[in-house]
Structures are given as C-alpha cells and as structure tokens.
C-alpha cells in the first residue's frame, strides 16, 4: 500500500515537470523541426541524427518553456487559461524549475553539440534566448508586436532539424522559416480575440487590447493573405510540386474563410475554431511538404 501510494506520488510529481514543459505546443514544435530534417534531403534521414537531433531540439525546446513559465507564473495565476499551470498551483517550486530547466535544457544541448553538430546547438541556444527572454521577458510585456518578432522563433524548428541533417542553412530552409513566420500572427491574434479580457486584466499589450478588435482583425486578415502567398512559394521555388500545391490552396482557402468571417461577422467562438484551424493548419501543411517531398511529380 505505502509502495503502491509512494510510486502514485512519484508519478503525479513527474506529470508537473513535463507539464512545465508545454507537450502539447512543443509537439508540433518538433514536429516542424523533424519535416525539416525530411525536407532537407532527398533521401533518408541518418537514424542517429533523426534520433538525437529530434530529442536535443526537444529536450531545449522544453526547457524554454519551463522558463516562460517560470518568469510567468504570476501573471498565469490571474489567467483562467494559465492558473492551472504547474507553479501558480504550487506544485513545484522555483528553484525546482530552475533545476530542471537547466538540466533538460543543458542536456539537449550537450546532445546537439556532441552527436548533431556544433551550428545546430548554437542555433538552438538562440532559439532559447529568443523565445525564453527576448519574448517572454522583453517583448512581450512591452508591444503588441511581440508575437512578430517572438514568432521568429516559434519559427526557427525546422531550420534546426535542416540544419542538423546538413550543417548548413539554404534559402529552402529560410522558406519552411518564412511559413511559420507568417503563420504565427493570425494563430496568436485569433487566441487573443477571445481571451482580450484575460490579457488585459494581467495588462499585456497584445493588439487586442492595445488598438482594438477591428484592428486585429484587419491583421488577421492581412496575415492570413501574407500566409497564403509564403505558402505558395514552396512550389514556386519548385522545392515542391503538385501534392503540396492541390494541399495547400485547400487549406488557405479554409484559413482565408476563417480570416474573412473573423473580420466580417466577429464571435468568439469563430476566433476559437479559427485558432484551433490554425494549429490543424500548420501540422496539415507540414506533412504535405513531407508527402510532397518523397512523392514529387
Ligand atoms: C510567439 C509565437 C506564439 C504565440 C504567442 C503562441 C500562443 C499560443 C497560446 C497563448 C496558446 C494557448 C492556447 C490555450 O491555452 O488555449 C497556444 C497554443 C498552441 N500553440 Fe501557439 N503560439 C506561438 C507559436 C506557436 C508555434 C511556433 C507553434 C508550433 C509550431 C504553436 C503551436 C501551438 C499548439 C499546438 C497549441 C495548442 C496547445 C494545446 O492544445 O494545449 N504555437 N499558442
Ligand atoms: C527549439 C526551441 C528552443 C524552441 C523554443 C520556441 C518555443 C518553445 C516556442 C513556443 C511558442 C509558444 C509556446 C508560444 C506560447 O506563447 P506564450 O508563451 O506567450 O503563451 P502562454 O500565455 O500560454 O504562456
């Protein structure tokens, strides 16, 4: 009994830390980065650096959302969204995060630097500074344009899984950045359409809150537009063909449909399906480019 209870507490102390980690989010996030390393030859990708490249990007990717949390955790006590969260909940505490985020994160890079390559490593530590304190600490508590200088690296995986498979970044890579990039934007904005309130209640300028609800959703719309044409350049540059093309008109079409209801006939719960759209869209469009890639015609 007292052995069966010990490991249940183990178990549920386990569940924090990974859920200090953001799983969900840093899924697609490695996701990107794992199509990146497809994309980045035409042939297979070698086993050992599909492994540890794919466990290094996540392992840093993961400690970088521990820091957000850490350096966010008194705000997210005031957000409904966020005061579940691992820290307001007192489930673990801040030299426990510190300590773990430096050991996972530590960890991924030493297994970038010995067994990927040393470019892939210092690319990751960027993405680390510039998610975990150019954006969290920064950016956004200061514009509304934080999420447009964040994305970068929200947009940065697949250039890591490109980069470890090659060693070198090439303008294909830079384009599989672009997408994201573009991406990002309407993703955030349509979130912060509904949740204005909680944003503002905690005071953080997202553009909601700061211009309005009509801009945002002009932003929206014009993001939207900028994503379809970064989207079409895959098959303009000829890195993909007529797979990805047929995939990614149909679900630019969905995304533009969103963006214009958004502008045109406003509700809450169209921005939320809009939002979770977002996160189908950009996993969909990946494994278009995968599917793309091997089956070229
Ligand atoms: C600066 C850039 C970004 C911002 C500000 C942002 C913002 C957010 C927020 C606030 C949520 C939480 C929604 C909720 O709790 O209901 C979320 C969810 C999500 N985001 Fe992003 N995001 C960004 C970039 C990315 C990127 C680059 C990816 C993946 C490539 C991504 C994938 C996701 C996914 C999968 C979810 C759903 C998580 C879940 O279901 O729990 N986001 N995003
Ligand atoms: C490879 C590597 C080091 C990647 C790091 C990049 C990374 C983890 C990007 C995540 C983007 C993200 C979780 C945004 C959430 O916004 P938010 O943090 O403002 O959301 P919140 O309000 O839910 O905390």
Redesign the pocket.
Known sequence: MAISMALHETATRINQFYRLT?PR??SL?VFTAVIGMFMAVPGAVPLDILLLGTIG?AL??GA??AL?CLV?QKMDAVMAR?KGRPLPQGKVSVPETLFFLMIVGGAGLFILYEWVNELTMWL?LG??VG?AIIY?VIL?PLTPQNIVIGGA??A??PV?GWTAVTGEITSDALLLFLIIFAWTPPHFWALALYRKNEYASIGMPMLPVTHGDQFTKLQVLLYTVILCVVTFLPYVTQMSGMIYLVSSTILNGIFMYYAIEIYRNYSDQLAREAFRYSILYLALLFVALLVDHYFFF
């Open positions: 953001k989010v840093v996030i990007i840093v990717a970088a959302a957000n966010e966020t990751t993405t680390f998610y969290t956004k690296s929200g940065m995986p890591l």
